[in-house]
């Protein structure tokens, strides 16, 4: 998969519209396609001699002449290479639409992986899933479509012609009723677009219920709600069998107004074919011939089924584009510089989402080296930080740098291997437990993941697995805990100058949480810490914290400092009521006291003790 990774400006294509995304994927799968209209267009001009191949043969049987025996041979030659050529198309077909798929999937993913996660992270698991799938395979059958529709206009315009060559007036019947066709064709490619539109968004609804359901399986059995949440899934299938049903009219009377029209311009060909014939001026094969091609140009009606398919592409198209289309992270060329400390600085950091401000005004420096926590109410903005200092999300506004380096201005790989991330909730990718770990910007040998994991306290527990590292992640029963542990190995082996734990060790008890925390201090990487935390217990051992508010940096200074003040300690008020005694006791100075040289000594937004 290729990411956008040079330059200030990311590569943009037109990948954000529909049409711009088929054009592309057109491009990507035209060696194929253009096979599959070659296929096409022979086949329609096997169709167009066999017409004139059969009139003459019964001429020359009519008329008992020699030789006649090679047109017979000549017809069977045509009828063979028609259904071979038609055997071919729909390989050819099949082969050119899966390949144009492939690129739309890869363009939608390419676009999804590189968006900021939080941006990317509007879309629900289950329309997303719509989007790659259903969707995606839809839209990949507009090129072959186009040029299946392209060939499908040769075989009637060739039988016009033919039509001309036999008799004038036989061509002019058929083409007094070409009108009549264009506005059948017309009135269902108008129809059928808007209500294809409606129930591909419908099915993404289904979907996203679904999906959603399914990740809190547990909390609909806790609640007793699954026939509730059943209806729900289902709710929008009277309005899936509304549009269902809407795009069957457009094409149920598409059909019947063809059935009425074909019939009605073959008859009046023939009934003039018929004419010339009694006048002389045409035989009964050219006669025979003439019937033959008044069907075959009636088949332009044919189209309307392929214009359908190509209605329907265009709308998945516009759906998967808007993956394709996200806005993707630019990443400059820029190194860190080798002997870094990790010293982190926000400058005037402003974070809007949704027109609401998260962060506002943040400025901040962690020196290098420092563990610093980031304590305040839930939603008071430390997981947006802890976005912003790792680059997962750029600020609207202000700049965030690593040892001096802004850092949308380093390159992707650098910056991946000196910021690592554990998360509250981490998700393990890959076959094996050991493969999930190793999993990073540099893959991890066999020995740091070990150490890794007996640092997060997760190596004992993983041994005890059946079949240990090599344990798939999904046939191993892990709690909640014992996950959490995993993430942090993971960030372990991996770790840089720079690591940030956010809410990533909530479901540890208390004990192993500490055994962590030396472990870290002791077994890896030495670098700059920035703990997201709801504990006390974090504050207390961190060298520096930093108080967040609705947003913007309330305080910052060491855990001693801030406890003086009431508005601090009712930050942890919550959590004291149901934590150990032990746990949630006053600090004292010795206890809380900053281990880091050159820390800020006293509070950087100075608070009146209330
Ligand atoms: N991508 C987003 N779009 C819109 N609002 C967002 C987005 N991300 C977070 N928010 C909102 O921003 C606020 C701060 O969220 P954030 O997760 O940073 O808070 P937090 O301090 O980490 O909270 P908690 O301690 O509960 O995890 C919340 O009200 C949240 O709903």
Known sequence: MVFPRRGARAPRTTAHTGTGLLLGAARHSAGRTTAVFV????????????????????????????????????????????????????????????????????????????????????????????????????????????????????????????LFLIDLWTAVAFLAGVPLLALVVRAFARGTSDSVAR????????????????DGARTVAAAGTAERERDRILAPLPELAVQGRRMWQVHGRAVARGGVLMPLLTTGVLAVGGVALAAGRISVGELLAASRYATLAAGIGAGAGLVGSLVRSRSAARRTAALAGLAPMAYGTARLPADGPGRLELRGVRV????????????LTIPGGVSAAVVGRSGAGKSTLAAVAGRLTDPDAGRVLLDGVPLESVAYGPLRREVGYAFERPVLF??????????????????????????ASADAFVRLLPRGYDTPPGEAPLSGGELQRLGLARAFAHAGRLLILDDATSSLDTVTERQVERALAR????????VIAHRLSSAVRADLVVWLEEGRVRAVGTHAELWRLPAYRAV???????????ETATPTAEAAAPTAAGLPGRLAHGEPGR
């Open 430 to 455: 890959g076959d094996t437990i050991g493969e999930a770990l190793a999993a990073g910007p540099d893959r991890a040998s066999p020995g740091r993941i070990r150490s890794a994991a007996r640092a």
């Open 523 to 530: 077994d890896v990487r030495a670098g700059t810490r920035l």
């Open 352 to 363: 809007v989402r949704d027109g609401r401000p998260l962060l506002t005004g943040v400025d």
């Open 39 to 162: 296929c096409s267009a022979a086949s329609a001009g096997a169709s167009l001699a066999l017409p004139a191949v059969l009139g003459r043969t019964l001429d020359l049987s009519l008329g008992g002449a020699d030789g006649a025996g090679f047109w017979p041979v000549l017809c069977i030659g045509l009828i063979g290479a028609e259904v071979l050529l038609d055997a071919l198309e729909a390989l050819l077909s099949g082969v050119a639409s899966a390949r144009a798929t492939a690129w739309l999937r890869l363009r939608a993913l390419t676009g999804l992986l590189g968006a900021p996660p939080d941006r990317a992270a509007r879309l629900t698991p289950g329309d997303l899933a719509t989007r790659l799938s259903a969707n995606a395979t839809e839209a990949g059958t507009a090129p072959v479509s186009a040029a299946a529709l392209a060939a499908s206009l040769l075989a009637p315009a060739g039988a016009v012609v033919a």
């Open 199 to 214: 129930y591909q968004a419908v099915q993404s609804v289904i979907a996203s219920r679904l999906v959603e359901v399914m």
């Open 572 to 582: 942890f008020a919550a959590r004291e009521a149901e934590t150990p005694a032990s």
